[in-house]
């Protein structure tokens, strides 16, 4: 479960989490919420202990002089970063219609933008807005930066700033400029803001395609919106994690995962290695109660350092892009593409007329190589080809049906919502050791359901709880369109394609659903042979 908000919050109150709401949530980590303080009280030890505690000689240098040097290093690291770290506060005017929602009875926690909030989730976050001004509302809230220049160059998260009309950075210093928005990169949810001032403590650059998981990281920032310059301490819990946000799958992801503690506020902050050098700025959480549990998750530098050169330069982004959507090889699909091992991406849909249609992929490519260099999975492919100039032209090594090629592709540039360059990792009826109900794609389905034209094969109309096809993701309204890359005509095809496949045998479908194609393998029941 997804959910994003922007920085905006009117008021802090306390952040009411609904108890039905069982699966982990993702926030961006930049709203002020309120909080409640626990007293840590006093802790009761044993007479004996107590006495041992109050009388015990403190443990010399040696016995803890690895601590001591660790505990000195954190401190070196923190003091050379702190002052470049700033408090972004902003003023943004909404309308009634971004910032209104349902009441479900439960209070919000404070008046987050419903613009910021996927539909799905929005009565989780009752009521929005302040009701004094139906048309315009006046909404606050809180985030973090980064000086990157001396002269007052800042970046931040764009979710930070959207939709301003005022923000003010307070420095370590306690210094308090107006700022002004200078370019956001939305697709990555970057921006750069500049305060009129010199002679900054700034960050150097570090480079994150190097990070390793286990290695130490520091982030900063104002968690809750109170704690301003704080840092906290932890690791590189992993790397490339794919893009979470189920609202634009063409975000490319590729984010920094740790566990060094980043709550809301947080957003646009720093994260930093143990030479102090920039690796990432801090955007969400994944959370079950809207406060940090352990995974954080940072932009990485190397997509940072591109987009804030390029709005410094420019005043904007240009994105470069294929039009294709894909599915990361998998051990589960490898054998369906007679692949040597589970590395690289598998094209699941070409966009007509795109750069990738123009240039012949086709969809069932497999994606091996990217002028040269070996392609791990969709997400590293995504950025490098976000990153890569409109115009340019790219190699791809693919292999199609076990065979190798080399295709010469001309990027386009990324324009918007109606272009896909995403990595999606999504008559009678008839029923079996799938556990879905089939049936053909009519008119009138097509128009209720918004399925192109071009999309032909069999609609799903019903899905068995706690079946193999439940278990790939399948919902009613998909559309399977091909069974182990064979294409699927209607859903009698359907089935009979489905009953050739030997009992105990994986099955490859590619299926369209919510606007994409993407391939999804289905382990059929064992002990029913009958339909679907």
């Known amino acids: 479960m997804s959910v994003t908000t922007n920085s905006l919050v009117a008021k802090a109150k306390k952040f009411g989490a609904p108890a039905a709401a069982a699966a982990a949530v993702i926030l961006s980590a930049s709203f002020l919420i309120g909080y409640t303080a626990h007293a840590a009280g006093n802790a009761v030890a044993p007479n004996g202990a107590a006495a041992a505690l109050s009388g015990g000689a403190p443990m010399n240098d040696s016995s ?28 943004a005017r909404v309308s009634d219609k971004e910032a209104g929602g349902d009441d479900d009875g439960q209070d919000s926690g404070g008046q987050i933008p419903q613009s910021a909030i996927p539909p799905e989730f929005r009565r989780f976050f009752g009521p929005m807005g302040n009701g004094q001004n139906p048309q315009s ?9 980064i000086i990157i220049s001396p002269d007052g160059y800042i970046v931040t998260n764009n ?19 107006p700022a002004k928005v200078v370019g956001v990169d939305k697709l990555n949810d970057l921006a750069v803001i500049k305060i009129n001032a010199n002679n900054l403590t700034t960050v150097a650059w570090g480079d994150s395609t190097k990070l390793h998981p286990g290695q130490t990281v520091l982030a900063f920032g104002s968690p809750f919106g109170y704690f301003q310059f704080s840092v906290t301490r932890g690791i590189v819990s992993a790397l490339d994690r794919p893009n979470p946000y189920s609202d634009d799958p063409r975000k490319p992801g590729d984010y920094i995962q740790t566990d060094a503690a980043i709550n809301p506020g947080n957003s646009g902050g720093p994260l930093v290695d143990a030479h102090g050098e920039l690796v990432g700025i801090n955007t969400f959480i994944i959370t079950n109660n809207g406060s940090f549990a352990g995974a954080g998750f940072a932009i990485p530098s190397q ?10 330069k420019d005043g904007t982004v240009h994105h470069g892009y294929l039009g294709i959507s894909m599915n990361d090889v998998t051990p589960d699909n490898s054998s369906f593409f007679n692949l040597p091992d589970a590395t690289g991406a598998i094209v699941s849909q070409v966009t007509p007329d795109s750069p990738a249609s123009r240039g012949g992929l086709k969809s069932g490519d497999v994606l091996r190589e990217l002028n040269g260099v070996n392609i791990r999975n969709g997400s590293q492919l995504q950025v490098a080809v976000s990153q890569t100039a ?14 190798p090629e080399t295709l010469t592709l001309k990027v386009g540039e990324y324009k918007g919502d109606k272009q896909v360059a995403d990595n999606e990792g999504g008559g009678s009826q008839q029923r079996g050791r799938l556990g879905l109900g089939v049936g053909d794609v009519t008119p009138d389905m097509r128009q209720q359901m918004n399925i192109p034209s071009q999309v032909k094969g069999a609609a799903v109309q019903s899905v068995r709880p706690a079946s193999p096809a439940e278990d790939a993701g399948l919902a009613p309204g998909d559309v399977i369109q091909e069974v182990n890359r064979k294409p699927v005509a209607n859903a009698e095809q359907f089935a009979n394609d489905v009953h050739s496949v030997p009992a105990g045998k994986d099955i490859l479908l590619l299926v369209w659903s919510h606007g994409g194609a993407s391939y999804r393998v289905v382990h059929p029941a064992q002990n029913n042979q009958n339909g679907e």
């Not at 009309?165 to 308090?176: A, K």
């Not at 997509?303 to 410094?312: G, H, L, P, T, Y």
């Not at 409109?390 to 049906?401: A, E, F, V, W």
Request: hydrophobic letters at 45%; a neutral charge.
């Open 390 to 403: 409109p115009g340019s032209d790219i190699k791809l090594g693919i292999l199609r049906d076990g065979k």
């Open 303 to 312: 997509i940072v350092r591109a987009s804030a050169e390029s709005i410094i």
């Open 159 to 177: 979710h930070v700033v959207d939709g301003a009309t005022q923000v003010r950075v307070t420095l370590n210093d306690r210094r308090v400029f």
């Open 64 to 91: 803890v002089s690895s601590l001591v040097s660790l505990d000195n290093a954190v401190e070196a690291v923190a003091a050379r970063v702190t002052p470049a770290v700033v408090n972004v506060a902003v003023t």
């Open 137 to 145: 509302q006046i909404e606050h809230g809180i985030g973090s930066g």
